[in-house]
């Protein structure tokens, strides 16, 4: 008790002490100085990532500050944020001479008058990176583009992004002298108009046609400087079909490039007439479901574009793909044989895909390292309306002796509900990986991604590494287990 009391005396009087002062940290002091002793292009780059309007607000926090969101460099304009008048009063007060990026992004409220305009501000001071785009869905206008954008010498990279299409027709001789790298989104382009775009964009590199229409054919050859493609394509609505047209090209002409990325409908034709000096492709086709009336169709255009990228040395390969190369290879169709060195696959371990990986990996003889991203985010391909198992879409009267081979590997469906079960996992993850150590004879690296919440079991993880580690040692193979939040 006396010990308490004596605590609450010397708390007591340590409270009746005469206050200490207390001296502000020198770091406190000296930070609004350290920022206004920046110089103003790091101020400027500062500013840049915060909306225009709150950084003109910056010019009343001092008279150092007054000018420095004038001369930004780089400049982004918010129609869905600021008004028309906002916007007015943000050009008005600009003064920098030259624009590095010009960032626009429209909305409803956005006239294509207003485009223009904005767009000709950011070309009459030299801008080098320009972007517009729009992701507002109720945006009904359809753009287009007057003949000052296509003959900007400044322009280093574009990006266009407009629904529900922008009509990318010039009708001038296109003058891109400086642009490496072009992106069009959502945009509808003719054969003249991409052999003009083309043409007028001597030193471009990389080129992106996402969701465009009209399009069928992209020759590339005079394209001396192209090395990067990327191709996706889009299957509207039925409903929106006959307004918006089939999404393009179909049809591929590219000597130069060594980087493609595809991600296209098995619904149309597709050519890929010349690849020749490709060594990196990423292939993705993009369907639900495989009807028996089809497949034969699927097969012989995922057979065809792998030829083609027969000597590719870096390869990703998605779900899709592989479930169509696994009927190929139970009907006994031939494949072609690769030179791939690092193989990438996006897959789950279902019984759907085990065969066309297991002979994928056996027409890759020169293969070095497997990354495996495994996938339960319901992307992959439905065989048939009622079951995805290709033992059964198939006829009855192959080889009987495939089905007691793969049957091990779950379903699709029976990997979803295994999915927490940590027993069932293991013993796949084990399969999977015995089946690429017995298929790829001179692989040296696999890396496995375990993409999904239900492998967080850190007890598990360490149990699955310690299995990973001892089939690491006994077959000379680094094998690198890793969770991730895909």
């Known amino acids: 008790m006396a010990k308490w009391r004596d605590g609450r005396g010397r708390r007591q ?21 350290y920022i206004n002793s920046m110089p103003d292009e790091i101020l400027r780059h500062i500013l840049f990532f915060i909306p225009i309007d709150l950084a003109m607000r910056t010019s009343v926090l001092s008279r150092r500050w007054r000018h420095v969101w004038c001369e930004m460099p780089c400049l982004a304009i918010n129609g869905s944020i600021l008004k028309a008048g906002e916007i007015n009063q943000t050009l008005a007060s600009y003064t920098a001479p030259k624009i590095t990026s010009f960032n626009l992004r429209v909305s409803l409220k956005t006239s ?18 320009l972007s517009v785009t729009n992701h507002d869905l109720s945006f009904n206008k359809t753009c287009s583009f007057p003949d000052f954008f296509y003959l900007s010498s400044s322009l280093k990279q574009l990006s266009v992004s407009l629904l529900p299409l922008c009509d990318m027709i010039p009708t001038c001789a296109v003058s891109w002298k400086s642009l490496r790298n072009l992106s069009l ?21 990389s080129l992106t046609l996402y969701e465009c229409r009209v399009l069928k054919r992209l ?18 609505p039925r409903a929106h079909q006959e307004l918006l047209g089939p999404s393009g090209p179909v049809e591929i002409v590219a000597p130069h490039i060594n980087y493609l990325r595809l991600r296209i409908f098995t619904d149309k034709d597709f050519k890929l007439v010349d690849v020749s000096s490709l060594t990196e492709a990423h292939f993705y086709i993009r369907t639900s479901i495989l009807l028996r009336s089809t497949d034969h169709c699927f097969q012989t255009l995922a057979l065809e574009l792998l030829a083609k990228l027969h000597n590719v040395e870096r390869l990703t390969l998605g779900a899709t793909l592989l479930q169509i190369l696994t009927l190929a290879e139970l009907r006994g169709v031939p494949f072609p044989t690769l030179k791939v060195q690092t193989l990438i696959i996006k897959t789950e371990f279902a019984q759907s895909v085990i065969p066309g990986i297991a002979r994928l990996l056996q027409n890759s003889p020169g293969l070095k390292k497997l990354t495996v991203y495994t996938m339960h985010d319901h992307t992959i391909m439905v065989l048939c309306q009622t079951i995805n198992s290709p033992f059964i879409f198939l006829s009855t009267s192959l080889d009987r002796s495939w089905i007691f081979q793969y049957e091990e590997f779950p ?38 991604w375990l993409g999904s919440s239900s492998f967080d079991d850190a007890q598990w993880f360490e149990e699955q590494l310690q299995i990973v580690g001892t089939l690491s040692q006994n077959n000379n193979v680094s094998i690198v287990l890793k969770r991730s939040n895909c």
């Open 112 to 129: 294509p008058p207003q485009i223009d305009s904005l767009v000709e501000f950011a070309i009459s001071r030299n801008v080098e990176k």
């Open 13 to 33: 009087h340590r409270r009746n002490r005469s206050p200490r002062k207390v001296e502000r940290p020198i770091e406190i002091i000296d930070g609004a100085d």
């Open 411 to 448: 379903t699709s469906k029976e990997i979803y509900s295994m999915l927490g079960c940590n027993d069932s996992t293991s013993e796949v993850l084990a399969l999977f990986i015995e089946l690429v150590l017995r298929n790829a004879k001179t692989l040296e690296t696999m890396v496995v």
């Open 219 to 236: 020759d590339l050859r005079k394209s001396l400087s192209l090395r990067r493609l990327e191709i996706y394509h889009w299957h509207p």
């Open 185 to 205: 989104i959502h945009c509808k382009l003719g054969q003249e108009s991409i052999d003009n775009i083309l043409s007028g964009s001597p030193i471009l590199e």
